[in-house]
């Protein structure tokens, strides 16, 4: 039997392609991969953003609750400002697509910009409804109905 070194070459290159991708692991630490392009690093940023203003919803309910709960005909209003800024959060949820990996770097970039203004504009929402809620349950305390 003539041994044939084409099948060990074969056998040797695929433990090594093995060995090779075990090696170039994506859970390392972001320390050890680089810096991020800019479209990685702006991702980062929107979805922070996105975080932030989500930690935040259990409180925009909460001013719901206390609102609800001082039985106020002119409480509708801060209400419904609550319930649109929600509105807002879940539009903008309902509307993200991230880009492909097939997207260009700038059409990536460009995307992930534009969605940290939307972010901005619905954290200026958030604020503003919950601080003027806030204002009126100071003014207005829960009725004990």
């Known amino acids: 039997m003539k041994y044939i070194p084409t099948n060990a070459l074969r056998g040797a290159l695929v433990a090594f392609g093995v060995l090779l991708a075990a090696c170039a692991s994506p859970d390392k630490p972001i320390a050890e991969q680089g810096?991020?392009?800019?479209?990685?690093?702006?991702?980062?940023?929107?979805?922070a953003r996105h975080d932030s203003l989500m930690a935040q919803t259990d409180q925009l309910y909460s001013l719901k609750a206390q609102i609800s709960a001082t039985h106020s005909p002119a409480a509708a209003p801060f209400v419904r400002g609550l319930l649109a800024a929600d509105a807002a959060m879940m539009d903008w949820m309902h509307r993200y697509k991230a880009p492909d990996s097939t997207a260009t770097p700038a059409a990536r970039l460009a995307y992930f910009q534009q969605q940290q203004q939307v972010l901005a504009g619905v954290r200026r929402q958030y604020r503003a409804?919950?601080?003027?809620?806030s204002l009126f349950i100071s003014q207005h305390p829960a009725s004990s109905k």
């Open 129 to 133: 409804t919950m601080d003027s809620a």
């Open 35 to 47: 810096p991020p392009t800019p479209a990685a690093a702006a991702e980062m940023a929107v979805m």
